[in-house]
T-cell receptor
Framework: DSGVTQTPKHLITATGQRVTLRCSPR?????VYWYQQSLDQGLQFLIQ???????AKGNILERFSAQQFPDLHSELNLSSLELGDSALYFC?????????????FGPGTRLTVL | AQSVTQLGSHVSVSEGALVLLRCNYS??????LFWYVQYPNQGLQLLLK??????LVKGINGFEAEFKKSETSFHLTKPSAHMSDAAEYFC??????????????FGRGTSLIVHP
């Protein structure tokens, strides 16, 4: 158990819908990273927040957004969903903001878009 | 943009044999380098990392990797494979972006198969 929790574990929805994925980092970790893992694209970095502020942006679509709240939990919002958005979404947390420290990954949320 | 190449999407070894998983990256500047393992239906777990200093890095479960700047490589090895090593392995690098942030880039992964 990494100490990072993600909810829900599974999510099935239809095209055009909007969903919210939630991540709670390990106690004391200030950074949260979001990743998308799919067969087509592999593991892609989406976005990073550090202590409530956006710190780095990767291959995140404009239909996707994220935020980190004062209690440090983070949410990834996916809207206007397409079939190709079906993937495993991971969050990871770490103490530092610069990837020197170890990232601890959550178990993931499996999103299926029908 | 940084790229990471893992040679071989599948590597098959016998139990007790040497494990060698290859990773090459594209940056000319030494970045941070990582190897992660992913077991079925789980998140990624860090095996080892290189940030600075000694180029031979030892990790968990008997794995080690050597950073070779001249070859832009960071291959993962283990002297003797165990059945429990069967999993997906990911090499990752992080580079400092222009804004000062660090962007992680992952390879496509190598599935390690261990035969009895």
């Amino acid at each position: 158990d990494s100490g990072v929790t993600q909810t829900p574990k599974h999510l099935i929805t239809a095209t055009g819908q909007r969903v919210t994925l939630r991540c709670s980092p390990r106690s004391g970790d200030l950074s949260v990273y979001w990743y998308q893992q799919s067969l087509d694209q592999g593991l892609q970095f989406l976005i990073q927040y550090y202590n409530g502020e956006e710190r780095a942006k990767g291959n995140i679509l404009e239909r996707f957004s994220a935020q980190q709240f004062p209690d440090l939990h983070s949410e990834l919002n996916l809207s206007s969903l397409e079939l190709g958005d079906s993937a495993l979404y991971f969050c990871a947390s770490s103490v530092w903001d610069d990837l020197r420290g170890q990232q601890y990954f959550g178990p993931g949320t499996r999103l299926t878009v029908l | 943009a940084q790229s990471v190449t893992q040679l071989g999407s599948h590597v098959s070894v016998s139990e007790g044999a040497l494990v060698l998983l290859r990773c090459n990256y594209s940056s000319s500047v030494p970045p941070y380098l990582f190897w992660y393992v992913q077991y079925p239906n789980q998140g990624l777990q860090l095996l080892l990392k290189y940030t600075t200093g000694a180029t031979l890095v030892k990790g968990i479960n008997g794995f080690e990797a050597e950073f070779k700047k001249s070859e832009t490589s960071f291959h993962l090895t283990k002297p003797s494979a165990h059945m429990s090593d069967a999993a997906e392995y990911f090499c990752a690098v992080s580079d400092r972006a222009s804004g000062g942030s660090y962007i992680p880039t992952f390879g496509r992964g190598t599935s390690l198969i261990v035969h009895p």
